[in-house]
């Protein structure tokens, strides 16, 4: 049980972290795959910040998984 809301948490500030630096996300993950590249498209910030928002929601899920299973 304590694993779910563990995992819920740790899901809830990935989420955060890619919907708040979208930047920083595509510099760790795929500035590498560029030599072109300077800083990612506003698509790409757009569909990291929506995938972050899916995340965080993912996150809670879980961190509330417990209570609902009762």
Known sequence: M????????VCI????F???KPQ???A?????KSYRAE???DFYKTT?????????AMGVVFALLPLVLR
């Open 18 to 20: 890619v919907f708040l």
């Open 48 to 56: 990291t910040r929506i995938g972050g928002v899916l995340f965080m």
């Open 24 to 26: 920083w996300f595509w």
């Open 13 to 16: 500030l990935i989420g955060l």
């Open 2 to 9: 304590g694993w779910s809301i563990v995992l819920g948490v």
């Open 28 to 32: 760790i993950t795929e500035r590498w």
């Open 39 to 41: 800083e990612p498209s």
